[in-house]
């Protein structure tokens, strides 16, 4: 074999990595920043197509050449078997033809997605890129939406996962400890102030969705990031600036604010026609649903069909456990359980130690993963990408902090054969893993 076919052969997984990663960087612009809703012209093209057709392709070149099933991470086996206890439930769900529809629709890309993060991510450069997408989308979309209101309860204006306002409150509330964790990285001053006013316009738009569980799931955000930003990592500054935004905002917000806050602990006020009974209905109904069809539920995205209730849940938990049926909503739990663990374990590492982004990145990640959990429990998220990319995100960190550690081998590059030391080095072809 030439020297150069060795060289090609050795550059081929490389390769493509990039490519897969190009992929993905290409569906996570696409998903977040949704330029089909601005750019004229776009929203004639079959997105979501092309959204499913990018994500396959990058799967098929993030994978191959990866580590056997076997030596996955626990989360990312654990997302596999609940993607394979949803296709099972097709064949006991309610309404099997839209079982079907949502799980090859909807299911399968929350599995590519978490899977694609977590394996094709190699650097922290590379992660970075992709939070920046995630986060600059959702404030960009916000001070979008702010300027275009017009009045009543606001959602996204260019619609897709921002278009109902307990969604855009919700991811508002998720994204405010990466845009924060932007903030704090950047030197240039002008940067900075973009994103503090990213963040109050973020402030802002919630109250404007008039949204109780986006209001829950910021407060939880504001609290940990508080806690993880300006305590643990001693930027007890942050803690002024925090309590200065917060009167502005106060000041500034709606006046009938208040009164939407209050009517989660009250009955005696409503704005914007308090719907409480209606999800404590909701709430029970999920419930039995769960307990008559404990094993599969009544198939992915089929509970309105199921009870003739053209409402969701409103409750990720319940949602997953009447549609898909207790060992999915298990198992998602466990998933939840190990990113946090994931997060512990970056923390008990050389490169956290030495890296003074990869602090940040945790610290961002573990307040954004609270306010989701707090957050789920009002809102239908099951389906919903951004948390999967969560998911990635830590599994990615894990593996990127453990290549710098003492005695640390990168799984993608296979032991060279004893009998091939002596030559030299641009000569080795790595040997296959057994």
């Given at each position: 074999?030439?020297?150069?076919?060795?060289?090609?052969?050795?550059?081929?997984?490389?390769?493509?990595?990039?490519?897969?990663?190009?992929?993905?960087?290409?569906?996570?612009?696409?998903?977040?920043?949704?330029?089909?809703?601005?750019?004229?012209?776009?929203?004639?093209?079959?997105?979501?197509?092309?959204?499913?057709?990018?994500?396959?392709?990058?799967?098929?070149?993030?994978?191959?050449?990866?580590?056997r099933?076997?030596?996955?991470?626990?989360?990312?086996?654990?997302?596999?078997?609940?993607?394979?206890?949803?296709l099972?439930?097709?064949?006991?769900?309610?309404?099997?033809?839209?079982?079907?529809?949502?799980?090859?629709?909807?299911?399968?890309?929350?599995?590519?997605?978490?899977?694609?993060?977590?394996?094709?991510?190699?650097?922290?450069?590379?992660?970075?890129?992709?939070?920046?997408?995630?986060?600059?989308?959702?404030?960009?979309?916000?001070?979008?939406?702010?300027?275009?209101?017009?009045g009543?309860?606001?959602?996204?204006?260019?619609?897709?996962?921002?278009?109902?306002?307990?969604?855009?409150?919700?991811?508002?509330?998720?994204?405010?400890?990466?845009?924060?964790?932007?903030?704090?990285?950047?030197?240039?001053p002008?940067?900075?102030?973009?994103?503090?006013?990213?963040?109050?316009?973020?402030?802002?738009?919630?109250m404007?969705?008039?949204?109780?569980?986006?209001?829950?799931a910021?407060?939880?955000?504001?609290?940990?990031?508080?806690?993880?930003?300006?305590?643990?990592?001693?930027?007890?500054y942050?803690?002024?600036?925090?309590?200065?935004?917060?009167?502005?905002?106060?000041?500034?917000?709606?006046?009938?604010?208040?009164?939407?806050?209050?009517?989660?602990?009250?009955?005696?006020?409503?704005?914007?026609?308090d719907?409480?009974?209606?999800?404590?209905?909701?709430?029970?109904?999920?419930?039995?649903?769960?307990?008559?069809?404990?094993?599969?539920?009544?198939?992915?995205?089929?509970?309105?069909?199921?009870?003739?209730?053209?409402?969701?849940?409103?409750?990720?938990?319940?949602?997953?456990s009447?549609?898909c049926?207790?060992?999915?909503?298990?198992?998602?739990?466990?998933?939840?359980?190990?990113?946090?663990?994931?997060?512990?374990?970056?923390?008990?590492?050389?490169?956290?130690?030495?890296?003074?982004?990869?602090?940040?990145?945790?610290?961002?990640?573990?307040?954004?993963?609270?306010?989701?959990?707090?957050?789920?429990?009002?809102?239908?998220t099951?389906?919903?990408?951004?948390?999967?990319?969560?998911?990635?995100?830590?599994t990615?960190?894990?593996?990127?902090?453990?290549?710098?550690?003492?005695?640390?081998?990168?799984?993608?590059?296979?032991?060279?054969?004893?009998?091939?030391?002596?030559?030299?080095?641009?000569?080795?072809l790595?040997?296959?893993?057994?």
């Amino acid at each position: 074999m030439t020297t150069a076919a060795l060289s090609l052969t050795m550059r081929k997984p490389k390769s493509q990595n990039t490519v897969a990663y190009g992929a993905l960087f290409i569906f996570s612009f696409l998903y977040f920043a949704r330029p089909e809703d601005f750019v004229p012209g776009l929203g004639y093209l079959p997105v979501e197509k092309i959204l499913g057709g990018i994500a396959f392709v990058a799967l098929f070149l993030g994978i191959k050449g990866r580590s056997r099933f076997s030596r996955w991470p626990r989360e990312l086996k654990l997302l596999t078997a609940i993607f394979v206890l949803q296709l099972l439930g097709i064949l006991t769900a309610f309404y099997i033809s839209g079982a079907f529809t949502w799980v090859f629709e909807k299911c399968i890309k929350c599995l590519i997605v978490a899977i694609l993060v977590g394996l094709v991510v190699d650097s922290t450069r590379q992660l970075r890129h992709l939070m920046f997408i995630q986060a600059s989308s959702v404030a960009a979309m916000t001070y979008a939406s702010i300027l275009l209101y017009t009045g009543g309860r606001m959602g996204g204006v260019l619609g897709g996962v921002f278009g109902n306002p307990n969604d855009l409150a919700i991811n508002i509330a998720l994204n405010f400890p990466l845009c924060l964790m932007f903030l704090i990285l950047n030197k240039n001053p002008v940067v900075k102030l973009l994103w503090f006013l990213g963040i109050v316009m973020m402030g802002r738009g919630l109250m404007l969705t008039y949204s109780r569980s986006g209001f829950l799931a910021m407060a939880v955000a504001v609290v940990v990031s508080l806690w993880e930003f300006g305590v643990r990592n001693k930027r007890r500054y942050l803690l002024v600036i925090a309590g200065f935004c917060v009167v502005v905002l106060v000041v500034v917000g709606p006046q009938s604010y208040g009164d939407r806050i209050k009517s989660i602990f009250s009955n005696d006020v409503a704005v914007y026609g308090d719907a409480k009974e209606a999800r404590i209905e909701l709430l029970i109904s999920s419930l039995v649903v769960t307990a008559k069809r404990p094993v599969f539920g009544v198939g992915a995205g089929q509970f309105p069909n199921y009870t003739g209730n053209p409402h969701v849940t409103h409750n990720t938990y319940t949602e997953l456990s009447s549609e898909c049926g207790i060992p999915v909503l298990v198992m998602f739990l466990m998933v939840m359980y190990q990113c946090f663990r994931n997060l512990s374990k970056v923390r008990n590492t050389a490169r956290y130690r030495s890296d003074p982004e990869v602090p940040l990145y945790t610290s961002a990640l573990w307040a954004g993963f609270a306010s989701y959990l707090a957050g789920a429990f009002f809102a239908n998220t099951a389906y919903a990408l951004f948390p999967y990319f969560m998911v990635g995100y830590t599994t990615a960190m894990v593996r990127i902090s453990a290549n710098d550690e003492p005695g640390a081998v990168e799984e993608m590059a296979p032991p060279v054969s004893p009998a091939a030391r002596s030559l030299p080095g641009w000569m080795v072809l790595p040997r296959r893993a057994k």
